[in-house]
């Protein structure tokens, strides 16, 4: 998993976040996978980049879940660079023989329209051009709904990290395989 804040579980006991959960799932449902849950509160699509190869190298995925990019656009920073990190990203995590599952999000309003539009265009674009399955937006069952946000309105409690894994389930079975 790599990932930033909303699945490093900012705010909430590491047990509690839904990569813990997404384990635990894995367990009972059969799958004999561990989850190495390499994300850091406030990671960028750059700076997962940069950490993404020693990863690999340590863990030897076979299966990368690629949570990136809403750091990148709550800063502003440039849609094509975005792109840029999270395509390297995904074809390094290929290189190394892991099936990778990106992993979309949108933006508040704060940086007008096109930006916005253009960040959430920028995953479906990314998994059509990476051949790569893509969950549209993590939060979509919580954005909404206040009382399942932390009060800094952004970071999900414990209580949503249940629909978080349930969000992004469906899209991650099939890269799965039971041994």
Excluded: C
């Amino acid at each position: 998993m790599l990932g930033d804040s909303l699945s490093a579980g900012y705010g909430i006991k590491p047990a509690q976040g839904w990569v813990a959960l997404l384990e635990k799932r894995l367990l009972a449902q059969g799958y004999e996978y561990g989850v190495v849950n390499a994300s850091v509160s406030g990671e960028t699509t750059g700076g997962g980049l940069q950490r993404l190869p020693r990863a690999l190298e340590l863990h030897k995925p076979a299966v990368v879940i690629v949570e990136l990019g809403a750091n990148d656009g709550l800063r502003g920073l440039s849609v094509p660079l975005t792109r840029s990190n999270l395509t390297k990203i995904i074809a390094d995590a290929k290189q190394a023989g892991a099936r990778v599952l990106l992993v979309g999000m949108r933006l508040p309003p704060n940086y007008g329209t096109r930006y916005t539009n253009d960040f959430t265009r920028m995953y479906r674009e990314i998994a059509t051009a990476s051949g790569v399955a893509l969950v549209p937006f993590l939060l979509q069952s919580v954005a909404l709904n206040a009382s399942l946000l932390q009060a800094d309105g952004l970071h999900p409690t414990a209580q949503a990290q249940s629909a978080l894994l349930d969000t992004v389930w469906p899209y991650l079975t099939p890269l799965l395989k039971k041994r």
